[in-house]
């Protein structure tokens, strides 16, 4: 965990005792008046905490996004009762990645349900924020252009308004799909997480995972394994999910690769570079049990040592043979994921070693820093850009439109991996059913797992690395 994400649990778990602390002052109160009144409280508060305050969000609904967002163009507009009209020779363009920086003022029912905003155009859309939110957002209107540019595009706010004052910001990209794209996932699933559509639609994919994902085994062990055999069974669970989910978007096993190092020891690898660093769980010292489906050889076969060094060679080896176009990544400033952030540096690195360079990075985000439930709102939705509070460092979004038919294929995957398939907790599917009926949320019906309903969405966001410095002629 980043050293930011724990100052910000640090700070929300702060908050939390101290209304821990007022509650309980008010239950015992509550006792002179009648003995069950402290139990009747009791429930009502947990359920109310459950249905309404139970998000994990360390920042302020009142918070400003701030962002630097390097855009070929904007232009400042006003809403018409609700209709959005471009000026007078601005002309959008199909491949064009549209937002719609707002602010929004929510309403008081907006502190109990999600407030969204309505979007009416080419692809009816609601994409929603958070419970109390006021001040500036963006929405994403990329696949609206048509709508944009005949000046029938209309916004409403749901238990929230919009100011009639927005800025449209343009940017213009080339298409990363043409040349050979490599995925670099973490884990068996983050490919499919935020990039199913992408590598789908490439005419080249690649998919190179970097862990087995063995850890975290409750389910396995349910089931009357040892904690060894259950972490070394859902390891080659993984590995063959890496390696086979995708095939159902038409990538072959020969262009996934497993890595097989272990899940949660990228930075410990990292910090010694030379170093062997075993498995957490499964009693491993040695990747190759992993590696078992991979087609593609690597020299690291011979000795399977899990090491930094093993991992930058093997990248440099890899890059070097698929000669990508496009590198997909996390991106690290917003994914604050060990390993995500280890498995951007590692490839960096790589890349400082091998003569071919690609023309582009883009970069993921699967995890937030302060927002669990980014993306909010539903399967389906669109994806609004995430809270960012960093406006000293430019950045560069390219949206990729999903259709409705790829949203299916993307669910059906993400329903095939295996750390996706148990149920969740029952505290979990409560506060599932209370936020239903209460406040009035709603979940994909092709899976229980939180991911299936943040992942299966009409947008894919990707943020341009650094050596993409290239514009399109406008």
């Not at 799909?177 to 699933?189: K, T």
């Not at 090491?307 to 991106?331: F, K």
């Amino acid at each position: 965990m980043s050293a930011r994400k724990q100052q910000l649990l640090k700070q929300h778990r702060k908050r939390k005792r101290l209304v821990l602390l007022v509650a309980l002052f008010v239950l015992l109160a509550s006792t002179w008046l009648a003995w069950w009144l402290p139990v009747l409280l009791g429930v009502l508060l947990w359920v109310g905490h459950e249905a309404w305050f139970s998000d994990h969000l360390f920042y302020t609904p009142a918070s400003d996004y701030d962002y630097q967002l390097d855009a070929d163009q904007r232009h400042a507009l006003k809403l018409d009762q609700g209709t959005l009209s471009l000026p007078q020779g601005c002309t959008l363009q199909a491949g064009d990645t549209l937002l719609l920086k707002v602010r929004l003022r929510g309403g008081w029912l907006g502190r109990f349900l999600d407030p969204a905003v309505r979007i009416q155009g080419d692809v009816d859309d609601c994409q929603a924020f958070e419970r109390g939110v006021q001040g500036i957002r963006y929405l994403n209107l990329t696949g609206q252009h048509a709508a944009l540019n005949e000046g029938r595009l209309r916004l409403s706010g749901w238990h929230c308004r919009l100011d009639d004052d927005v800025e449209l910001l343009v940017c213009r990209h080339p298409d990363y799909l043409q040349g050979p794209l490599l995925v670099i996932a973490p884990h068996a699933d983050d490919a499919e997480l935020a990039a199913f559509g992408a590598y789908a639609q490439a005419t080249e994919s690649w998919i190179v995972t970097l862990t087995a994902g063995e850890i975290e085994t409750e389910h396995y062990r349910d089931m009357g394994l040892e904690p060894v055999a259950a972490a070394r069974l859902k390891g080659q669970l993984r590995a063959w999910d890496s390696i086979s989910v995708p095939l159902w978007a038409g990538v072959p096993q020969q262009r996934c690769v497993q890595l097989g190092y272990f899940c949660l020891q990228l930075p410990a690898m990292q910090a010694e570079p030379a170093l062997a660093v075993g498995s957490r769980e499964a009693e491993l010292h040695d990747t190759r049990l992993f590696r078992r489906f991979n087609s593609l050889a690597l020299r690291s076969d011979a000795d399977g040592v899990p090491s930094w060094r093993n991992l930058i060679q093997d990248l440099g080896e890899l890059i070097e043979q698929i000669r990508p176009a496009t590198i997909v990544l996390p991106e690290p400033r917003l994914d604050p994921h060990p390993d995500h952030i280890c498995a951007r540096d590692a490839v960096i690195e790589a890349l400082a070693q091998t003569q071919w360079q690609p023309e582009v990075i883009l970069q993921y985000a699967n995890h937030l820093h302060d927002n669990d439930r980014w993306p909010m709102g539903n399967a389906g939705s669109g994806v609004a850009l995430p809270p960012h509070f960093d406006s000293q460092v430019p950045m560069r979004p390219w949206v990729l439109p999903v259709s409705t038919e790829t949203q299916w294929h993307k669910a059906m995957s993400l329903g095939m991996m295996h750390d996706l398939q148990p149920s969740p907790p029952f505290k979990r599917r409560l506060r599932r059913f209370l936020q239903r009926y209460l406040a009035g949320r709603q979940w994909p019906a092709f899976g229980e797992n939180e991911f299936f309903r943040k992942a299966v969405r009409r947008h894919e966001l990707f943020w341009v690395g650094a050596k993409a410095d290239k514009r399109v002629q406008q």
